[in-house]
């Protein structure tokens, strides 16, 4: 049981490239999270997704971009990426929003921009 | 906004010892939430508290959600090299939706 894939899980890149991260689970969750974590902090929500074809701002979404086209995929891209969005980058699934608990999260993609 | 202070930030301890962490608000939650972050992974759910009040019990770790609803310790006995890793804590609260915050984490370091 795969639960909650993210490729690639390691990317570098240049100031101003683009890039898009995947993120797949085979829980048949409804719910799904991008976050991502910098050292000292918590976990900061970017997006988040309340079902196939829906989409919505987390705490910081800007410089942000991602999409549900399917239940089991959820998308997260860098339009022009930025040294300030250098980060470890989380996807996470569940299957109750509201009580937003147990959460699944995948192994994670450590993200450089020079 | 909303703001979960963790603490300590780090704990390093002697294999065997007892450990205890903590996160405070200055607002209610609804529902506390510890999870463990091992290197190179994604946290896992150890323990989740629904009532003021309440104290769970996993294993070796031991959680509370306070009385106030805005606290919540995390107590682990008899550590072992494996608990290594990052706590965190974690809670929800109602505001025009459903929301999620985190602490910061404590990374618990084991001495040899």
């Known amino acids: 049981n795969a639960g909650v894939t993210q490729t690639p899980k390691f990317r570098v890149l240049k100031t101003g490239q683009s890039m898009t991260l995947l993120c797949a689970q085979d829980?048949?969750?409804?719910?799904m999270y991008w976050y991502r974590q910098d050292p000292g902090m918590g976990l900061r929500l970017i997006h988040y997704s309340v079902g196939e074809g829906t989409t919505a701002k987390g705490e910081v979404p800007d410089g942000y971009n991602v999409s549900r086209l399917k239940k089991q995929n959820f998308l997260l891209g860098l339009e022009s990426a930025a040294p300030s969005q250098t980060s470890v980058y989380f996807c996470?699934?569940?299957?109750?929003?509201?009580?937003?608990?147990?959460?699944?999260f995948g192994s994670g993609t450590q993200l450089s921009v020079l | 906004g909303q703001q979960l202070n963790q603490s300590p930030q780090s704990m390093f301890i002697q294999e065997g010892e007892d450990v205890s962490m903590n996160c405070t608000s200055s607002?209610?939650?609804?529902?506390w939430l510890w999870y463990k972050q091992e290197p190179g992974e994604g946290p896992v759910l150890l323990i989740a508290l629904y009532k003021a009040g309440e104290l769970t019990s996993n294993g070796r770790l031991t959680a509370q959600f306070g009385i106030t609803r805005k606290d919540s310790f995390l107590n682990i006995s008899a550590s072992i090299p494996s608990d290594v890793g990052i706590y965190f804590c974690?809670?929800?609260?109602?505001?025009?939706?459903?929301?999620?915050?985190w602490g910061a984490g404590t990374k618990l370091i084991i001495k040899p």
């Open positions: 996470a699934s569940s299957s109750l929003h509201r009580a937003g608990e147990k959460l699944f």
């Open positions: 829980m048949n969750h409804e719910y």
């Open positions: 607002s209610i939650f609804n529902t």
């Open positions: 974690a809670g929800t609260f109602w505001d025009s939706n459903y929301q999620l915050i």
